[in-house]
């Protein structure tokens, strides 16, 4: 009896520990438009300088050099960008109507393009494995040290800015220029922050407008595109300088 309670216990725990891991699976995200050959780190960016090459040491120096003539108030506004992962930053690009809580279609879109993105960013981290400047160097000023040490390649905030900003000049055209400033902004404050080499920069900026590109091809995410352009235009956005 005492065999067959135990056994019986040992089914309910594999049955929990089943479901727990479907849980599990069905909350990670997924790719929705692209496929895993897409978004294959090898094939979408070079490998990293090295630590400790010449390279490395430059892109660690300029670090020190941003960081000597940056000034508080822009460390603050570096260390806001580091806080805001998501489409909200491209309000003082295009205008303070620019709320994505009363823009659905438009949430909707940047929502999309921020799960492929973001997937295909941590697929090359965890391919490449770069440590961070602050691992390399533990006196450089930084706006956070809680992410993965070797993360640091590509720049996931840079990948989200470039991917987003891409798709946001197909809907709104006459604001592209201050759009892709921003997203050039928010790249930079990744170095103002010591969290990225210029190398991560480049990197993320390669990938976002890759991904953008390939999600730009599909006719799903047309669909989603062209709801989002019409939802902007009602709303009196388009044209708008911020």
């Not at 603050?76 to 491209?90: C, L, P, R, S, V």
């Not at 205008?95 to 940047?110: I, S």
Request: hydrophobic share 45%.
């Amino acid at each position: 009896m005492r065999l067959r309670g135990f056994s019986l216990i040992l089914a309910a725990s594999a049955a929990l520990l089943g479901l727990t891991a479907q849980g599990h699976a069905a909350d990670k995200p997924a790719l929705a438009f692209l496929t895993e050959a897409d978004v294959e780190p090898s094939h979408l960016l070079p490998p990293p300088p090295v630590d400790g090459s010449s390279i490395a040491r430059a892109e660690l120096a300029e670090l020190h050099r941003i960081g000597a003539v940056t000034t508080p108030a822009e460390f603050a506004i570096a260390k806001w960008d580091n806080d805001h992962e998501d489409g909200t930053i491209f309000q003082s690009a295009i205008a303070p109507g620019f709320d994505l809580d009363k823009l659905p279609a438009t949430a909707k879109l940047l929502r999309e393009v921020r799960t492929e993105e973001a997937i295909a960013a941590s697929k090359a981290k965890d391919y490449f494995k770069r440590n961070r400047p602050w691992i390399v160097d533990g006196s450089l000023k930084t706006c956070s040290r809680d992410e993965k040490p070797q993360s640091s390649y590509p720049s996931g905030h840079t990948t989200m800015g470039f991917a987003m900003a891409v798709v946001l000049t197909k809907a709104m055209p006459e604001l592209s220029g201050a759009i892709m400033s921003r997203a050039r902004d928010y790249a930079y404050h990744r170095m103002e922050c010591g969290m990225h080499y210029r190398a991560d920069i480049v990197g993320g900026e390669t990938l976002g407008v890759a991904v953008a590109a390939m999600l730009l091809k599909d006719p799903r995410f047309q669909a989603d595109l062209d709801a989002a352009r019409a939802e902007l235009k009602a709303a009196g956005l388009t044209g708008q300088a911020g």
